[in-house]
């Protein structure tokens, strides 16, 4: 693995997991795509530090069972913008 992958999987595992930031958000931060961050922190974080990947691994799940609540949210929101926008 190249230096600057592997310093790249470190700092988005440490962003992660300090900020519980979904894959989306740590692909902004980063200025990669959302495919580069699962990569980096599913695939190569295992051979890195496996103890830091399973506290990853716990942030993304609570992410996932969140993202129903998060994307109804959205909707509301969005829904309430385009109502006040139509008056």
Known sequence: M???????????????????????????VFGVSKSTIHKDITDRL????????QDIKEVLEYNKAERHVRGGESTRRKYLKSKISNQ
């Open 2 to 28: 190249k230096d600057y992958i592997y310093k790249r999987v470190l700092e988005v595992a440490e962003y992660i997991y300090n900020t519980k930031a979904t894959v989306r958000q740590a692909a902004k």
């Open 46 to 53: 295992e051979k890195i530090d496996n103890g830091l990947a």
